[in-house]
């Protein structure tokens, strides 16, 4: 038996991927939302976690490091094989990728993919095997070619969250000129019009 | 019979989504990616067509009129019953609420319901009857109390897109001064710290 659980923060949604997952004989399955999903880890010990990083609570959440600690709940009791993170990504968002891989999924999957895949990818991470998705290929490239250092990914997404450059510099303990050469940098590179355009671009990405 | 067209930018999801409908031996569920939805209504004609409206491809089709021209081609025979539109919607996205409404949905359903009231919706639909999820009351009350105008509306969504202060001049026929007011007046009203904040607070409500 695959212990799965599966986290995401609509109930309608979670609940129609839960039926799809149960009705394999092989597969066990909890869901929970975010907000419960590490103490559900925690009493599941699930084999396989599988969230879905292209919504907006998943979002959020990755961006706040909970991938990891999710999975600092989770791993199966020191008999069983560890517990194995599988994400349903989108292609069009290598940010999202770049996360995920830092949290060290073991399972990619495409949200434009069919069901089965997201059957054999569960299969694969229970096993501890790496399971991509081939349409995320060139996501992964993207996510590879990630134009911004982190120090620009830090002043993007304080800015991208609304703080004026005087609060990015008081945060970042740096002065208003460097931000704003940042804030060029960041412009130029991401190849936007303006600001507001590299904000958009990033956030389109994935990247902050 | 009831003839339902689910539309949603994921496979996978829209997937899961469409077998939860289908074990309802009274619904006959086919599912389409946004570009081929308009061809699929006119061909199915259905009775209900559900669109998640809280997902990224669905809300830049929302924004665009495209609820409003899937529903046109929708209607089921002429001697059947007119085809009703039914969203999933996010209590906390009050713009999405008021373009639903727009589009004249006759059903509400919100993402953090559980699966029976995506069931009963559709049956009230198909009927022709309203159905609204009681959690989604406050999403409607913020619809009502949306704190901008049309016009401005407008100059938010240009500068949400990365469009400059003369790039927004130029395409609404204004002067410069003009739209600097505006966005002055959007600031304020949504009570937001800078233009970029204005911007990420409307986007987060789902106004632009």
């Known amino acids: 038996m695959i212990r799965v659980l599966l986290v995401h923060d609509s109930y309608l949604l979670r609940s129609a991927l839960a039926a799809l997952i149960q009705a394999e004989p092989e597969f066990e399955v909890a869901s929970a939302a975010w907000r419960d999903a590490r103490s559900r880890a925690r009493s599941l010990q699930p084999h396989v976690c599988v969230v879905d990083t292209d919504c907006p609570g998943s979002d959020k959440a990755a961006r706040k490091g ?24 989108n292609a069009g968002r290598p940010g999202q990728l770049r ?22 990818g569960i299969r694969h991470v229970a096993k501890q095997e790496r399971f991509i998705d081939d349409s995320l290929g060139y996501g992964f490239l993207k996510a590879a070619e990630i134009p911004l250092t982190e120090r620009e990914l830090g002043v993007l997404s304080l800015a991208a969250d609304g703080a004026s450059i005087a609060e990015i510099a008081r945060t970042l303990h740096l002065s208003n000129g460097t931000i704003r050469n940042y804030l060029a940098a960041i412009t130029r590179k991401t190849g936007a019009r303006n600001r507001v355009d590299a904000i958009r671009i990033s956030r389109c990405e994935g990247w902050v």
């Not at 909970?66 to 990504?89: I, N, Q, T």
């Not at 996360?99 to 054999?120: F, S, T």
């Open 66 to 89: 909970e991938l990891g600690k999710l999975m600092a709940e989770a791993p199966a009791a020191d008999s069983g094989p560890e517990s194995g993170l599988l994400v349903l990504a």
């Open 99 to 120: 996360r995920a891989h830092k949290a060290r999924a073991l399972g990619y999957i495409d949200k434009n993919a069919p069901p089965q895949r997201l059957l054999d």
